[in-house]
C-alpha cells in the first residue's frame, strides 16, 4: 500500500515540478499524444475489435472468440519545453469485452465471457524527434459475465487475481517507418497476492503509399511476458493497411495472430492461439 501511495505522489506532485521551467508553454486539453500508440499491444487503450478462431486444448474449438476494447488516452495538459522536447499530463480508460460464438456455423450461440476495466494515469515526454517515454499507473479489473456464469453453472466465489495496480515506464525509439518500443513495470498492490513483474517489447513498420495520402502498409508485432506466468512470452503479430490521412483519426484493418495466454481474463494461465481479422483506431 505505501509503494501504491508513493505512486500516485509521483503522478500528482514530480510532474508539475518539471514543469516550472521559465519560458515554457502550456497548452489544455492538447490534441493526440506525445507517446504513439502501441497498436499491437492488446491492454492499450484504443477502439477495436476483432473476430478469431482459436486453438485450445490441443483443438481446434468449433467457436469463434470475439474481442473489443473502447479506450481512449486524453490529455489534460501539454509542455512545451526548449527545442522540440515536451511533457504531458493525463489519463486513460478502456474496456476490453470479450465473447465466444458457440456453434457459429450452427446456432450461433453468443455468449458474454469475460470483461476487464482499465483506468489510468500517465505523464509522457518526447525527448527529441526519435525518442519518447511514458511513465503510468494503472489499475486493473477483471469479470467474468453473466452468461459465462449461468451457463457453465459456476456457484462458487472465484478468487479474482487479475484485480491489481501497475506502475510502468515505456520507451519508443521512432524513425520513419519503423517504431522499436519497451515496457518495464510492476504490480504494485494487488487484492490478491499475485507476482510482480511484467516485461513487453515490440516492433512496428508503417510505410505510406506514395501515390494515396490516406492509404498505408502497416506490420508489427508485440511480445509481452510476466513473472506470474514464468515469463512465458505472448506473441502477437499482424499486417494490414492503415486508411485515413493522418490527422483525421484514421483505422486499421489487420490479418493477425496470438499466441500466448488469453488475454484480459480471469483464466490468464490458459494457452491459446487464434488467427482473424481486427479493427483499431484512436479516438483522440
Not at 483443438?59 to 515536451?86: M, P, T, Y
Not at 510502468?168 to 517504431?179: N, Q, R, V
Not at 511476458?225 to 502477437?236: A, D, F
Request: glycine fraction near 6%; hydrophobic fraction near 45%.
Amino acid at each position: 500500500m505505501r509503494i501504491f501511495l508513493l505512486s500516485l505522489f509521483i503522478f500528482f506532485f514530480l510532474p508539475p515540478l518539471f514543469a516550472q521551467e521559465p519560458g515554457k508553454k502550456s497548452d489544455w486539453l492538447p490534441e493526440g499524444n506525445l507517446f504513439p500508440t502501441l497498436r499491437f499491444d492488446f491492454k492499450e487503450s484504443q477502439i477495436s475489435g476483432g473476430l478469431y478462431g482459436f486453438y485450445a486444448g490441443y483443438k481446434w474449438e468449433d467457436r469463434a472468440l470475439a474481442c473489443f476494447s473502447a479506450g481512449f488516452r486524453r490529455n489534460v495538459i501539454r509542455w512545451q519545453h526548449i527545442k522540440d522536447q515536451a511533457s504531458e499530463l493525463g489519463f486513460e480508460l478502456s474496456v476490453f469485452p470479450q465473447f465466444f460464438f458457440e456453434d457459429p456455423f450452427k446456432n450461433f450461440q453468443v455468449n458474454f465471457f469475460n470483461i476487464e476495466f482499465k483506468v489510468g494515469l500517465h505523464y509522457q515526454f518526447q525527448i527529441n524527434d526519435h525518442w519518447r517515454l511514458r511513465l503510468r499507473i494503472y489499475h486493473i479489473s477483471d469479470h467474468l459475465g453473466d452468461d459465462f456464469i449461468f451457463r457453465t453453472q459456476i456457484d462458487t466465489f472465484y478468487i479474482n487475481r487479475r484485480i491489481y495496480e501497475v506502475v510502468d515506464l515505456s520507451a519508443a525509439w521512432i524513425k520513419e517507418p519503423f517504431m522499436v518500443y519497451a515496457v518495464t513495470g510492476a504490480v504494485v498492490h494487488s487484492a490478491y497476492e499475485r507476482l510482480p513483474f511484467v516485461f513487453q517489447m515490440g516492433f512496428q513498420w508503417k510505410k505510406p503509399s506514395k501515390k494515396l495520402n490516406w492509404f498505408q502498409w502497416i506490420a508489427g508485432i508485440d511480445i509481452k511476458s510476466e513473472q506470474e506466468t514464468c515469463y512465458r512470452p505472448c506473441i502477437h503479430t499482424g499486417a494490414g493497411v492503415v486508411l485515413g490521412k493522418p490527422d483525421r483519426h484514421p483505422f486499421t484493418i489487420l490479418a493477425d495472430y496470438y499466441n500466448g495466454y488469453l488475454p484480459y481474463s480471469l483464466y490468464d494461465h490458459i494457452l491459446i492461439q487464434w488467427i482473424g481479422a481486427s479493427i483499431y483506431f484512436d479516438l483522440f
